[in-house]
């Protein structure tokens, strides 16, 4: 077929693609060329026209994790896979699947978009093969025989006894008896010689989407509401861009991360979010904190470079602090990073660039002054842990008086990774590190002179 051209196929992700991409005289010719029933079936060749995350990967597995922001196409991805299950070669052929499993989290949740919805089992099946809806009986009945039967999350029971070689389960992570209701199914998943299930669902961090991913025999494919922009209205893309873009419940619903969170954290995301500004008040000072890795190679720990600004008039009480920017880099030379926190200092008017030199001692202070002879400077030393230093700060930002601008979701990461145990993240809390410092020279150390008592003269 023309759609195989190795002129244009390497660099495009689906059929839909070249047909869109090639001239209209190749586009004319192609569709010419088929015959009157593959052109009214080309609409149901679902490979023709899936993006990459929507087909299953290849290999021996048993789950199939789709996850992906709104709007990305993970309905789609899930009723096609359905299809390709219970469908075979002609409309009264089995299939792979004969008896499957519809879970959403509630009977009308699974009815309303998984069976009837736009990117549902309906809409996406021919005609000689669409099934039939079983309102009494709350399933569907191909020509084939195949059935799917559908199940609500708030009912974990109703699935103890039914059995399946197939199961379709939408937006896990919101399902208010996941636990329960993720192991009845898992029981009833046991007919045929490789029983599978598909799983589409926006992330959030739950411990049974954890749990999953973290299993052998799961698989993933994953992408953001951008990878579906061509069949979604430019105006929704628009506002939620506008609204969301650079905030945790952005990557979460726009880009389709699992956004962890550490039990016994010392930040929330729901905490992190309240606290998130547009606009800066004038600032009275501000700082840029840096904390250096002990290397400079590819694989060594990133060095947090943040920049916090302060308004501190009046009382310690009443002192706010604004968190700037995270300009941290990974695995770069010392004089690279140097330059990055010069460049930070320049660029924000700070008053003073704060580094902490436990690890380079002299040498750090050295490599910022080759950049720039004259920067404000302040050598920090640590003789406390990471935690004793970090839980003051995390204080301040439980009474209100820390704010976030946008753009800071990797800093916002470490943070909810870090516990009173210690940082339960991978490598080394360096963005919070740099944080800490920052807001300890622009209001932990300052509030503690403040209140010093004053001896009187006699």
Same mark, same amino acid.
């Given at each position: 077929?023309?759609?195989?051209?190795?002129?244009? /196929?390497?660099?495009?992700?689906?059929?839909?693609?070249?047909?869109?991409?090639?001239?209209?005289?190749?586009?004319?010719?192609? =569709?010419?060329?088929?015959?009157?029933?593959?052109?009214?079936?080309?609409?149901?060749?679902?490979?023709?026209?899936?993006?990459?995350?929507?087909?299953?990967?290849?290999?021996?597995?048993?789950?199939?994790?789709?996850?992906?922001?709104?709007?990305?196409?993970?309905?789609?991805?899930?009723?096609?896979?359905?299809?390709?299950?219970?469908?075979?070669? /002609?409309?009264?052929?089995?299939? /792979?699947?004969?008896?499957?499993?519809?879970?959403?989290?509630?009977?009308?949740?699974?009815?309303?978009?998984?069976?009837?919805?736009?990117?549902?089992?309906?809409?996406?099946?021919?005609?000689?093969?669409?099934?039939?809806?079983? #309102?009494?009986?709350?399933?569907?009945?191909?020509?084939?025989?195949?059935?799917?039967?559908?199940?609500?999350?708030?009912?974990?029971?109703?699935?103890?006894?039914?059995?399946?070689? #197939?199961?379709?389960?939408?937006?896990?992570?919101?399902?208010?008896?996941?636990?329960?209701?993720?192991?009845?199914?898992?029981?009833?998943?046991?007919?045929?010689?490789?029983?599978?299930?598909?799983?589409?669902?926006?992330?959030?961090?739950?411990?049974?989407?954890?749990? =999953?991913?973290?299993?052998?025999?799961? !698989?993933?494919?994953?992408?953001?509401?951008?990878?579906?922009?061509?069949?979604?209205?430019?105006?929704?893309?628009?506002?939620?861009?506008?609204?969301?873009?650079?905030?945790?419940?952005?990557?979460?619903?726009?880009?389709?991360?699992?956004?962890?969170?550490?039990?016994?954290?010392?930040?929330?995301?729901?905490?992190?979010?309240?606290?998130?500004?547009?606009?800066?008040?004038?600032?009275?000072?501000?700082?840029?904190?840096?904390?250096?890795?002990?290397?400079?190679?590819?694989?060594?720990? &990133?060095?947090?470079?943040?920049?916090?600004?302060?308004?501190?008039?009046?009382?310690?009480?009443?002192?706010?602090?604004?968190?700037?920017?995270?300009?941290?880099?990974?695995?770069?030379?010392?004089?690279?990073?140097?330059?990055?926190?010069?460049?930070?200092?320049?660029?924000?008017?700070?008053?003073?660039?704060?580094?902490?030199?436990?690890?380079?001692?002299?040498?750090?202070?050295?490599?910022?002054?080759?950049?720039?002879?004259? !920067?404000?400077?302040?050598?920090?030393?640590?003789?406390?842990?990471?935690?004793?230093?970090?839980?003051?700060?995390? &204080?301040?930002?439980?009474?209100?008086?820390?704010?976030?601008?946008?753009?800071?979701?990797?800093?916002?990461?470490?943070?909810?990774?870090?516990?009173?145990?210690?940082?339960?993240?991978?490598?080394?809390?360096?963005?919070?590190?740099?944080?800490?410092?920052?807001?300890?020279?622009?209001?932990?150390?300052?509030?503690?002179?403040?209140?010093?008592?004053?001896?009187?003269? =006699?």
């Amino acid at each position: 077929m023309i759609m195989r051209s190795t002129l244009m /196929r390497p660099v495009l992700k689906s059929g839909a693609d070249w047909i869109a991409c090639a001239p209209s005289g190749i586009r004319a010719a192609f =569709l010419e060329s088929l015959s009157e029933g593959a052109l009214l079936s080309l609409p149901y060749l679902f490979e023709f026209w899936a993006l990459p995350h929507q087909m299953p990967p290849e290999g021996a597995w048993r789950s199939w994790v789709v996850m992906g922001g709104r709007g990305a196409g993970k309905t789609r991805a899930g009723a096609e896979w359905v299809r390709a299950q219970v469908e075979g070669a /002609r409309p009264l052929d089995m299939g /792979r699947a004969r008896r499957v499993a519809l879970v959403g989290e509630t009977v009308d949740q699974v009815r309303e978009v998984m069976v009837f919805g736009e990117s549902g089992l309906l809409a996406c099946s021919p005609p000689d093969r669409r099934p039939k809806w079983e #309102a009494t009986r709350k399933r569907l009945v191909w020509p084939n025989g195949a059935v799917a039967q559908v199940f609500s999350a708030h009912d974990p029971e109703s699935l103890r006894g039914p059995q399946f070689d #197939a199961a379709w389960a939408d937006e896990l992570a919101k399902w208010k008896r996941a636990e329960e209701t993720w192991d009845m199914l898992q029981f009833g998943l046991r007919l045929g010689p490789a029983p599978r299930q598909c799983i589409t669902t926006t992330p959030r961090n739950v411990g049974v989407l954890r749990s =999953l991913l973290a299993n052998p025999s799961t !698989v993933v494919t994953h992408a953001p509401t951008e990878a579906n922009r061509a069949n979604l209205a430019d105006s929704f893309l628009e506002e939620v861009r506008a609204r969301y873009a650079g905030t945790r419940l952005g990557r979460q619903e726009l880009d389709g991360v699992l956004l962890e969170e550490a039990e016994g954290a010392l930040w929330r995301l729901a905490g992190l979010e309240k606290l998130r500004v547009r606009d800066v008040p004038l600032l009275d000072r501000v700082v840029v904190a840096v904390d250096p890795p002990v290397s400079g190679h590819k694989g060594s720990d &990133a060095c947090g470079i943040v920049v916090v600004g302060a308004v501190t008039k009046g009382e310690p009480k009443d002192w706010r602090a604004y968190v700037l920017e995270d300009a941290s880099l990974q695995g770069v030379a010392p004089v690279r990073w140097a330059e990055a926190a010069i460049d930070a200092t320049k660029r924000h008017g700070a008053d003073r660039l704060v580094a902490e030199v436990n690890q380079g001692g002299d040498l750090v202070e050295s490599v910022v002054r080759q950049v720039d002879p004259l !920067v404000s400077f302040r050598a920090v030393r640590a003789s406390r842990g990471k935690v004793v230093r970090a839980e003051p700060v995390a &204080a301040l930002y439980e009474q209100g008086r820390v704010y976030h601008l946008r753009g800071l979701a990797a800093l916002e990461d470490q943070m909810c990774r870090m516990t009173a145990r210690g940082y339960e993240g991978r490598g080394s809390p360096d963005r919070v590190d740099a944080l800490v410092w920052a807001i300890h020279d622009l209001m932990i150390a300052p509030a503690a002179r403040w209140r010093r008592p004053r001896v009187r003269s =006699l």
